[in-house]
């Protein structure tokens, strides 16, 4: 197995690389958090019902299931770098398209495409980013894309706060429009950015691929070098197949990943898309400030919580990481589904509590499906668990309205600790350990060995 692409030296490539990837996801927490502020306005404004409201806020969620299942599928067929910016002009165009908007159903409309875009570009960048990162830096530098994630969402209750304190509230249409700034600032950053050398070895382009790890890292490869790994069990894998990643090889990894995503997100969306409903409903002051500044608050928190998250996944691995944190998330949620009458300030406690603890799924979010998966369906993996995570994030996002004002908000934050336990057990029971082992080496499909057994173990080819 070649070790040109694991071993290199960390240089300004890697990091000017990882700054381009991070355009989807901070595009992904901007987009799904701005739609929260435009709706103080645009609620009364558009005359729009709970329901409404509820079909507005999962619209770009379930834009994404279908985005993730196909975009995925579609990079491990044609490549990494196709697509790269095309998802951007996408997000644009929908982005000034939704300035003119007059009615809910043309809302919906933009934002489920607005979805799609956003989860094409995960499968896209994320396996781009791994496929050429080294082994000491591939867990920090992929799980720092959901740091993206949040600085785009705490960016959108800051932007606005302001639109609305210049604007007023009728300023819901240039904050609906605001993301086409930023799909230009990282369609200028990702300009020149080369194709994943093992996805062009793999693809008959070998010649391309070699001569790409020697310009970006210094490095001479051959094209057997970088095909290592590629054959599992002296089968060639299909390229991009749903029907690989539910092989007997690879099915367990497949669930682990996809319900680990969703058990975190689908609470985590509902909260951060009505955050100042559920501030409300805990009794906190309402008004353009908590329902900002305040929800970004919790957003912050949520960015916070990642970097201790970041070291941990490299120090003391990933799946202790992983199992702690979903247990220690239960507690805060618990807390408010059996004191919902606690005093304002222990409820805001208790969920930016809940905020710092979702750090450690966080940063392994794209972290896992990258590493479990080889190069064939890496894509296709990251998009199928992303597509998973949105189904719940969809269904609860549309569901939290509806039961903050039918259950309350106690049975409300009990659901949500319900699902955080069955992201515990899953963990549990299929979480693997990827620390410190080569990137082809953590896809085959045989279980990683932990840390503590590796010494024990005889080194795969």
Same mark, same amino acid.
């Given at each position: ?166 604007? /007023?509230?009728? !300023?819901?249409?240039? &904050? ?5 700034? $930023?799909? *230009?600032?990282?369609?200028?950053? @990702? +300009? ?103 929800? /970004?608050?919790? !957003?912050?928190?949520? &960015? ?5 998250? $970041?070291? *941990?996944?490299?120090?003391?691995? @990933? +799946? ?106 899953? !963990? ?34």
């Amino acid at each position: 197995m070649s070790t040109a692409i694991d071993n290199a030296p960390y240089t300004g490539f890697h990091r000017r690389l990882a700054l381009a990837c991070s355009g989807g996801p901070l595009l992904d927490g901007y987009i799904l958090s701005v739609v929260g502020v435009a709706l103080i306005g645009m609620k009364p404004e558009l005359g729009l019902s709970t329901g409404a409201v509820s079909l507005i806020g999962a619209a770009a969620l379930a834009g994404m299931f279908v985005g993730g299942a196909v975009f995925g599928v579609l990079t491990d067929k044609i490549g990494r770098e196709v697509m790269y910016t095309a998802d951007l002009l996408v997000m644009m165009a929908c982005s000034v398209a939704s300035f003119w908007v007059t009615d809910v159903w043309a809302i919906v409309a933009l934002r489920l495409l607005l979805g799609m875009a956003v989860a094409a570009d995960y499968p896209i960048a994320t396996s781009l980013l791994a496929e050429w990162l080294p082994v000491k830096h591939r867990g920090r530098l992929l799980g720092q894309q959901i740091i993206a994630w949040y600085a785009g969402s705490v960016l959108a209750y800051v932007v606005g706060y302001a639109c609305i304190q210049l604007g /007023g509230h009728d !300023s819901w249409r240039w &904050l609906l429009a605001s993301p086409a700034v $930023l799909c *230009a600032f990282f369609m200028l950053v @990702r +300009r020149g950015s080369p194709e994943s050398p093992l996805w062009l070895a793999r693809n008959g382009r070998g010649a391309e691929a070699v001569e790409l790890v020697r310009e970006h890292l210094g490095a001479e490869v051959t094209v057997d070098d970088l095909l290592a790994g590629e054959r599992t069990g002296g089968e060639r894998l299909d390229t991009g197949s749903l029907r690989v990643l539910f092989s007997p090889r690879y099915r367990r990894r497949t669930l682990f990943c996809g319900l680990f995503f969703l058990c975190q997100v689908a609470p985590l969306f509902a909260m951060l898309t009505f955050g100042p409903a559920i501030l409300g409903a805990f009794g906190l002051p309402g008004g353009t400030v908590m329902d900002t500044l305040g929800t /970004g608050l919790i !957003s912050l928190v949520f &960015l916070v919580g990642c970097f201790p998250a $970041l070291r *941990a996944i490299d120090s003391r691995g @990933r +799946r202790p990481v992983i199992v702690w944190s979903f247990a220690l998330m239960i507690v805060p949620l618990v807390f408010l589904g059996v004191w919902p009458a606690a005093p304002s300030l222990l409820a805001l406690t208790a969920l930016c509590a809940y905020a710092f603890l979702c750090g450690g799924p966080n940063v392994l979010d794209w972290t896992y499906p990258n590493e479990l998966f080889p190069t064939s369906v890496r894509a296709t993996a990251v998009g199928f668990a992303t597509s998973v995570s949105r189904i719940g994030a969809a269904v609860g996002t549309y569901l939290l309205p509806l039961s903050l004002t039918g259950l309350g908000i106690g049975p409300t934050m009990l659901i949500a600790a319900g699902l955080t336990a069955l992201g515990l057990l899953v !963990s549990v029971l299929w979480a693997e350990e990827t620390r410190g082992v080569g990137l082809q080496q953590a896809a085959a499909d045989a279980p990683v060995p932990r840390p503590r057994d590796r010494a024990t173990q005889p080194a795969r080819a």
